[in-house]
């Protein structure tokens, strides 16, 4: 199946890698003080899955300092200074179908990490305490604060990943490399963001695909359905994790 759309990059090669060093600096230290965070809250056992569950403010954080870093980088570095509006970063619109197929990808590829899971538990052991969801709902949690969690995983984190990862990084690398190799290279920075190796390799892989919805219809819409459809799916598993009935477990 060919390309039909425009995927021509607008940022020369070292505008964009001079975008990603700043994003990836900014996001590294606001990281940093977020480990502080987690290390004076419940401590890095917890992160790492083998201790209490994080605050869900803990978690919010981390969320909202990917976000603020990758966002506030691309507008300020990337976007302004060419003055481009955000189409040019894939938020234009899609057909309904390429969503449909967005939506029916993410739900296979779920699949596939849940059984990825399985692999994962019986060949290395070792790592399940890297798997289990970080957070849970709990009675001491408020409604507005259970809102913001989900609105934030749903929504708001799909939606920077995929204008940063795809919209710009994916758009800027095949631009100066060959597109199977800005694939690659993205997914794997990609999977790194995730830290923990279980959701890391998940990530890289999904992301592959997320490349290839992006470069086949010119829009972001599509990857953006799919990460969303994947994250929802998440939060149903980690749900029923709790109660033990997730296939993952």
């Known amino acids: 199946m060919s390309r039909t759309t ?5 940022w020369r090669f070292w505008h964009g890698a001079g975008v990603l060093a700043a994003a990836m600096t900014l996001y590294t230290g606001l990281s940093w003080g977020h480990m502080e965070l987690v290390r004076q809250t419940v401590g890095m056992e917890a992160y790492l899955g083998n201790g209490p569950r994080l605050p869900v403010h803990v978690l919010l954080a981390g969320q909202w300092i990917k976000a603020v870093a990758l966002i506030g980088v691309l507008v300020l570095l990337a976007l302004w200074p060419k003055r481009l509006g955000w189409a040019a970063v894939g938020l234009r619109p899609v057909a309904g179908i390429w969503i449909a197929l967005a939506i029916c990808v993410a739900l296979v590829l779920f699949l596939f990490r849940l059984g990825l899971a399985r692999m994962i538990r019986w060949s290395l052991p070792g790592w399940a305490d890297f798997m289990p969801d970080p957070f849970i709902f709990g009675a001491g949690q408020t409604v507005w604060m259970a809102g913001l969690y989900l609105v934030t995983t749903l929504v708001v984190t ?7 990862f ?3 990084l994916f758009k800027w690398m095949s631009g100066h490399r060959p597109v199977w190799l800005a694939a690659g290279l993205s997914s794997v920075m990609f999977g790194v963001m995730h830290i923990l190796p279980p959701q890391a390799i998940s990530a890289a892989l999904m992301a592959l695909v997320l490349c290839w919805l992006y470069w086949r219809t010119g829009s972001i819409w599509p990857a953006i359905a799919a990460h969303m459809t994947n994250n929802a799916l998440g ?4 749900a029923l994790g709790v109660s033990g009935l997730s296939p993952g477990s």
């Open 6 to 10: 425009d995927f021509q990059s607008p």
């Open 158 to 164: 799909p939606v920077v990943e995929e204008v940063f």
């Open 166 to 168: 795809r919209g710009f």
């Open 235 to 238: 939060v149903v598993i980690g």
